[in-house]
């Protein structure tokens, strides 16, 4: 086959049944301006425990309690965009001149993203042995950033299972083969993944040398408002075309 053959025609992927997860890096000075942040949440002596609403067995779990300085610093409402972008991506789309029609469960998405707003936000310095159970969160999107990584230990059985993040599809049936039901990743300092609020995930537990690792992480919540059904019209039209005119270049 030659070189001209092998290449791919201009094709288009359509995966409306699963939701994306995206994968972003955080730069240099994102990375320095959270963890001033949530350090200077643990020097508070009034700062709030959050152990009461989350599901990990991890003893220091603090709130985040200033919504828009985080929603500045991670730059939100871009990368709510570039993920309803993606997502568009997946789906099939109708474009005739400067009207795009989109599917029913994609129009209350772009809704429900438009008007979306920080929830709730919340760092963990997870310890040695400590982990998260499979959960899910409340909102539309939910986030999570790596701040802090200690050197572990070896994994005694599985190579970098300690200390991964695993997340679960939702779907009740995979084959193993085109399909899997679970991502295991090894997050790195600086690692951001932007996922629907529904995306069930766990987190391994480490171990460390000393005993005395410390792993940071940053979660949050992204909630939304109600659009009226003229707003939603004007979204649907001005976010599509942007979307498509983006994904397809």
Same mark, same amino acid.
């Given at each position: 086959?030659?070189?001209?053959?092998?290449?791919?025609?201009?094709?288009?992927?359509? *995966?409306?049944?699963?939701?994306?997860?995206?994968?972003?890096?955080?730069?240099?000075?994102?990375?320095?301006?959270?963890?001033?942040?949530?350090?200077?949440?643990?020097?508070?002596?009034?700062?709030?425990?959050?152990?009461?609403?989350?599901?990990?067995?991890?003893?220091?779990?603090?709130?985040?309690?200033?919504?828009?300085?985080?929603?500045?610093?991670?730059?939100?409402?871009?990368? %709510?965009?570039?993920?309803?972008?993606?997502?568009? @991506?997946?789906?099939? !789309?109708?474009?005739?001149?400067?009207?795009?029609?989109?599917?029913?469960?994609?129009?209350?998405? %772009?809704?429900?993203?438009?008007?979306?707003?920080?929830?709730? %936000?919340?760092?963990?310095?997870?310890?040695?042995?400590?982990?998260?159970? %499979?959960?899910?969160?409340?909102?539309?999107?939910?986030?999570? !950033?790596?701040?802090?990584?200690?050197?572990?230990?070896?994994?005694?059985?599985?190579?970098?299972?300690?200390?991964?993040?695993?997340?679960? /599809?939702?779907?009740?049936?995979?084959?193993?083969?085109?399909?899997?039901?679970? $991502?295991? $990743?090894?997050?790195?300092?600086?690692?951001?993944?932007?996922? /629907?609020?529904?995306?069930?995930? *766990?987190?391994?537990?480490?171990?460390?040398?000393?005993?005395?690792?410390?792993?940071? /992480?940053?979660?949050?919540?992204?909630?939304?408002?109600?659009? @009226?059904?003229?707003?939603? *019209?004007?979204?649907?039209?001005?976010? $599509?075309?942007?979307?498509?005119?983006?994904?397809?270049?």
């Amino acid at each position: 086959m030659s070189e001209e053959e092998s290449k791919l025609p201009n094709i288009r992927v359509y *995966q409306p049944w699963s939701a994306p997860l995206l994968h972003f890096r955080l730069s240099e000075e994102q990375i320095e301006d959270l963890l001033e942040i949530t350090d200077l949440i643990l020097e508070d002596e009034n700062k709030k425990s959050y152990n009461d609403k989350l599901a990990g067995e991890i003893e220091s779990e603090w709130e985040v309690p200033d919504y828009e300085d985080l929603s500045e610093v991670l730059n939100l409402t871009t990368i %709510a965009t570039q993920y309803f972008q993606v997502l568009a @991506s997946q789906n099939h !789309l109708e474009v005739e001149g400067d009207n795009t029609t989109m599917s029913q469960h994609l129009a209350v998405f %772009a809704q429900n993203l438009e008007k979306s707003v920080l929830t709730s %936000a919340w760092f963990n310095d997870q310890k040695d042995d400590e982990y998260n159970p %499979a959960h899910d969160h409340t909102g539309v999107l939910s986030g999570v !950033l790596y701040l802090k990584i200690p050197e572990y230990l070896p994994s005694r059985k599985h190579e970098n299972a300690d200390g991964s993040i695993v997340f679960i /599809s939702n779907e009740l049936k995979t084959d193993g083969v085109m399909t899997n039901s679970t $991502l295991l $990743l090894s997050p790195e300092v600086g690692d951001l993944f932007l996922f /629907s609020s529904s995306l069930k995930h *766990q987190v391994y537990p480490f171990r460390t040398a000393d005993g005395k690792g410390i792993r940071r /992480s940053l979660s949050f919540n992204m909630g939304h408002q109600t659009l @009226s059904h003229d707003e939603l *019209q004007k979204l649907m039209q001005n976010k $599509l075309q942007l979307g498509d005119k983006k994904i397809n270049g």
